[in-house]
């Protein structure tokens, strides 16, 4: 069953010319919602949609709509999007076409949107949300059995993850929008050898590439969320780094999982890909016969055939010599959400079937995103081998792990013949020295 509309067609193109080069991330067909205002200016932060290079300020222009869209507008005027994710898929519709209708080439309302359109390059960016909560799920078995195979080579795969979307709750107060600057962690590690451990800064600290799921209208207390109905929770997509300290993870994770090893910073990507952007871009949801196949309650017929996302994703570096040589980035991973052994409804279906009552805003964290391919990683710490193969970099540096001064740039797209790019945007972060 498709769920195209008007707002999908690939033929459309923008008064606002950079939404139609082939290689951008915002054409017209995808319009992200995040929070924005002008650099350096004491303006209060307010909700802007992303249209090629440009940013339009919903607040400034909300009355140019009408009916729900105007509803839908007003809810954007703040400082977060929350009250917009609360109001739920009518209200994004709603919005959505109307400005895929203002944003057309010849349309007629371009004189009275064009007033109302922000520069991105003279943008600074907020956290698109107040998170409430934050679940890191772990939806990755090609990461799920290399990691286990590290660490336990007879038994990689705990008996319950193809039964259970495993989870754990995070920290949301140490989620920052992309461009942040943070400090390595510090925390107790202990060498194989050693008889106690020590504190002190990490030497093992890596990325998590993943995407992170913003929950839109919430369940109450006690109420569960039908897979068949949770598509209709879910507002969008970002760019999710969960940085992980593996020394201090090692050391602290039993008996009840990370502690300050996951505590310390995870980085999103600032615009979010509204799941009606991503419709073209769904695919069947697959398991293999020889595998157990879901419970009952995390199976249905349009999650088969739908309920996977095409999501391309990619891990790039930069140096702080490499900075200064201008060299630039390099691509340290890639991998794509279509490989994930949940799918995003499924985890928000299994986080909601004990009456768990999931709030707008809150983040659902997709876990490490692997695939099958060995280069299809997503971390350091699969990609080197736990440390015993470094990687070279075009500086001549190696890298086992990440060093102080490196900046992670994660990005995610979704590409099909005939059909414009969608992007998500950058996520990016820089390790500042311990302190």
């Excluded at 057309?104 to 359109?117: D, S």
């Excluded at 909560?133 to 080579?153: I, Q």
């Excluded at 952007?277 to 769904?282: G, K, S, T, V, Y």
């Excluded at 086992?400 to 490196?406: L, N, R, W």
């Amino acid at each position: 069953m498709t769920r195209l509309n008007e707002t999908h067609d690939p033929k459309l193109r923008s008064w606002v010319a950079a939404a139609n080069a082939a290689d951008g991330n915002f054409p017209i067909q995808n319009l992200p919602f995040g929070v924005f205002r002008r650099k350096g200016s004491d303006e209060p932060f307010r909700g802007g949609l992303a249209i090629g290079d440009q940013i339009v300020d919903l607040a400034a222009a909300r009355a140019l709509f009408e009916g729900a869209a105007a509803e839908a507008a007003a809810a954007c005027a703040g400082s977060t999007l929350n009250t917009f994710m609360a109001m739920g898929p009518r209200y994004w519709s709603a919005l959505r076409l109307a400005l895929s209708r203002g944003l057309r080439e010849g349309a007629p309302q371009a004189a009275k949107f064009q007033p109302h359109l922000v520069p991105q390059a003279l943008a600074e960016y907020a956290l698109a949300a107040a998170i409430g909560d934050f679940t890191d799920f772990y939806a990755s078995v090609h990461h799920a059995t290399t990691v286990g195979r590290m660490f336990r080579p007879d038994n990689p795969l705990m008996p319950n993850y193809r039964w259970v979307p495993i989870a754990y709750h995070g920290r949301s107060s140490s989620i920052f929008v992309s461009g942040h600057r943070f400090y390595r962690p510090v925390g107790q590690t202990k060498a194989p050898d050693a008889t106690a451990p020590t504190f002190g800064p990490s030497k093992r600290l890596d990325y998590e590439l993943e995407l992170g799921i913003f929950v839109g209208p919430g369940n109450t207390p006690g109420s569960r969320v039908p897979l068949e109905e949770a598509e209709s929770h879910v507002f969008g997509l970002c760019v999710l780094n969960d940085w992980s300290a593996r020394d201090i993870q090692a050391w602290e994770y039993q008996p009840l999982g990370p502690f300050l090893a996951k505590n310390f910073a995870s980085t999103v990507s600032p615009w979010i890909v509204t799941l009606e952007a991503l419709e073209p871009f769904r695919c069947p949801w697959t398991r293999d016969a020889s595998e157990p196949q879901p419970l009952p309650y995390l199976d249905s017929p349009d999650n088969r055939e739908r309920g996977a996302l095409d999501v391309e994703l990619e891990v790039c570096l930069e140096t702080a010599k490499a900075r200064a040589q201008g060299k630039g980035e390099m691509r340290l991973s890639q991998g794509n959400f279509r490989h994930a052994y949940w799918s995003a409804f499924q985890m928000l279906a299994h986080h909601a079937s004990n009456g768990c009552n999931l709030q707008p805003g809150d983040l659902l964290g997709t876990g490490t995103q692997s695939g099958p391919d060995p280069k299809d990683v997503g971390s350091m710490l699969e990609l080197t081998s736990g440390g015993k193969s470094p990687v070279t970099l075009p500086t001549g540096e190696t890298r086992s792990f990440i060093e102080d001064g490196d900046t992670v740039i994660m990005r995610a797209w979704c590409a099909r013949p005939g059909y414009p790019r969608i992007g998500f945007g950058d996520c990016a972060a820089t390790v500042e020295p311990a302190v």
